[in-house]
């Protein structure tokens, strides 16, 4: 399965290639089929199994984790960029997913829940490394679901200069379903509760829709009677 519009453009570069095939342009045929490996490598959406409980966190990208790790996690407060628009605690829980060119691009939800806020912050195009959450260009979307807020940011980086988003706010999105893609790979930070259980490690590679990267904690009854009241 490749990303939407992109399938059109394959099935016509192969009867392309099926055309110069029978004409004897062999070499122009082995172009246009290096061509047409390079679109179903770099634009493929394959589908993702979700798991189905209400209190996980899964991954929104595909990529290797650069933090993560329960015991060395990364505590954001309010010096980090964004924060307000996601949440009113001054400290968060940030996850952060390098994704390669030769990751899957699309960014899924990692929450069910509402849309609430949406970004686009203009910026430059430098290696998605150290201070290029306040440098580059980024996106942010705020999903809030039924156990707290959860914000997604799209980076942009040296090679991937190009964010699309797929939802609006306003909008209901299911945990696992396409929310954007980043074009040849970057970075997705997650901003979750500071009370979220981490189950993912530094240097794991997670599969967005599918991996566990974090559980909410279980709320007692009381906090559910409170919370009705």
Do not use: W
């Not at 259980?197 to 909410?216: C, Q, Y």
């Amino acid at each position: 399965m490749l990303v939407e519009g992109f399938s059109k453009k394959v099935y016509i570069i192969l009867t392309l290639s099926m055309l110069l095939f029978l004409l004897g342009y062999y070499i122009i045929t082995f172009i246009t089929l290096s061509f047409l490996a390079f679109i179903i490598q770099f634009f493929r959406d394959p589908q993702r199994k979700t798991p189905n409980s209400n209190n996980i966190i899964v991954a929104a990208a595909d990529g290797r984790i650069l933090s993560g790790k329960i015991d060395k996690i990364k505590m954001v407060d309010s010096s980090y960029p964004l924060l307000d628009a996601i949440t009113e605690d001054a400290e968060a829980i940030l996850v952060s997913t390098f994704m390669s060119p030769f990751d899957v691009h699309v960014n899924r939800a990692p929450i069910t829940g509402k849309v609430v806020h949406t970004s686009y912050y203009p910026g430059k195009f430098k290696i998605a490394k150290g201070k290029v959450l306040t440098e580059n260009e980024k996106n942010l979307i705020v999903i809030e679901g039924e156990n707290g807020r959860v914000g997604i940011i799209q980076i942009a980086g040296f090679i991937a200069r190009r964010i699309i988003q797929y939802v609006n706010v306003g909008e209901t999105v299911k945990i696992g379903t396409r929310i954007g893609m980043i074009r040849f790979g970057s970075r997705v930070d997650l901003i979750i509760p500071k009370d979220c259980e981490v189950l993912v490690n530094i240097g794991s590679k997670p599969k967005a829709g599918e991996t566990i990267i974090a559980r909410f904690p279980t709320r007692g009854m009381g906090e559910l009677e409170d919370e009705k009241h």
